[in-house]
């Protein structure tokens, strides 16, 4: 068994902005064990255990149980830990070589482009709740105006000002909480799903509507795979309109950077043929001998690519 530095698992969960709660629930490793590691009560872990938090927090084994880290901020910006070994699942490995060949640009140049397109998305998405808010103060202003009843005119005043709530989002835009993370629960609905609903994502679900080119369905910076679809149109026309070679393609099953290159001269029925395999290996890898249907092969599970 080996030993997970205190410091290193606390600095590393913190960078990544997660409870003790989140990291247990991404990592599938128990609340106490976490929480005991991270107090040097316990001293020794399994392979097991490194490996599932490793994979949470998208570091290193190494990481975890080598040396004490400088967790400062000017060594998170500028140290040489600050050099990225990026996890990418394989249908956003996909996307962006889907991206890139139909706007003829390399794959790197998308992403040394992200962060400026993040920032502009993440803005937008800020100056429209910002407008909305100001919208409803303007709303609820005129309704304080309204000739009321004075016997019970405070308490219709309190509960059309919803004053905590409207705070609560103030607060969250000042601080860029760019998912509305730091309002309390209380101010949301019961049916609330963070992921899906959060505003970002929300501002990115109609970016992919107005494209009529993509379908963003949840993230939150609490996880680290975002869940969208995109450009569903051109990988039919690679696939030749197999359905179940396009949606290997799109889940990330077939993963296209392992395409033999022979597959892709051929065309579309051997790329068909090739998706179609690969999605019954990564069916397989997570479902077991569930019985996918006589179009797919035995294989491999998903997996994840590094970049």
Same mark, same amino acid.
């Given at each position: 068994m080996?030993?997970?530095n205190p410091?290193?698992l606390?600095?590393h969960?913190n960078?990544?902005g ?7 629930e991404?990592?599938?490793v128990?609340?106490?064990t976490i929480n005991?590691i991270?107090r040097?009560?316990l001293?020794?872990s399994?392979? &097991?255990?490194?490996?599932? /938090?490793a994979g949470?927090?998208?570091v290193?084994e190494?990481? +975890? ?11 998170r +910006?500028f140290?040489?830990?600050s050099q990225y070994?990026l996890?990418?699942p394989?249908?956003?490995?996909n996307? /962006?070589h889907l991206?890139?060949? *139909? ?5 790197n140049?998308?992403?040394?482009l992200?962060?400026f397109l993040f920032l502009?998305a ?8 910002? /407008?909305?808010?100001e919208q409803a103060?303007?709303k609820?202003r005129e309704?304080?105006?309204?000739? &009321?009843?004075t016997h ?6 309190h ?13 969250s835009?000042a601080?860029?909480?760019?998912c509305a993370?730091t309002?309390p629960e209380?101010?949301?609905?019961a049916?609330?799903?963070?992921d899906s609903e ?5 501002h990115?679900?109609?970016m ?6 993509a ?5 939150t910076?609490l996880?680290?795979?975002p869940?969208?679809e995109? +450009?569903?149109g051109?990988?039919e ?5 197999d359905w179940q070679a396009?949606?290997?393609?799109m889940?990330?099953d077939a993963?296209?950077h392992?395409?033999?290159?022979a &597959? ?5 029925a051997a790329?068909?043929a090739?998706?179609?395999a ?5 069916? *397989?890898? *997570?479902?077991?001998d569930f019985?996918?249907?006589n ?8 997996g994840?690519?590094h970049v």
């Open positions: 080996k030993t997970i410091h290193n606390k600095a969960r960078r990544r997660l409870t003790l709660d989140q990291l247990a991404i990592s599938k128990n609340r106490a005991k991270e040097g009560v001293t020794k399994r392979s &097991v255990t490194i490996v599932r /938090l949470a927090l998208e290193k190494e990481e +975890l149980t080598g040396p004490e880290i400088d967790d400062s901020f000017e060594a +910006l140290g040489p830990k070994n996890r990418m394989n249908h956003v490995r996307a /962006l991206v890139a060949d *139909r706007y003829h640009v390399k794959p140049a998308i992403l040394q992200a962060p502009c993440a803005e937008a998405s800020l100056a429209e709740r910002r /407008l909305k808010l103060n303007m609820l309704l304080l105006d309204l000739d &009321v009843p019970i005119a405070d308490v219709i005043s509960y059309w000002r919803g004053d905590e709530a409207l705070d609560a989002e103030q607060n835009i601080r860029n909480d760019i993370l309002i209380e101010h949301f609905p049916d609330y799903d963070c959060n505003p970002l994502t929300q990115f679900i109609a992919g509507k107005q494209s009529g080119l379908n963003f369905e949840s993230w910076p996880y680290i795979r869940e969208y995109l +450009l569903e051109d990988i026309r690679m696939t030749g309109g396009t949606s290997a393609i889940s990330g993963a296209l392992t395409m033999p290159a &597959v892709r001269i051929e065309g579309q790329i068909a090739w998706a179609r690969e999605g019954g290996r990564g069916q *397989r890898g *997570r479902f077991g019985d996918f249907g179009s797919f092969n035995e294989g491999d599970e998903e994840e690519s």
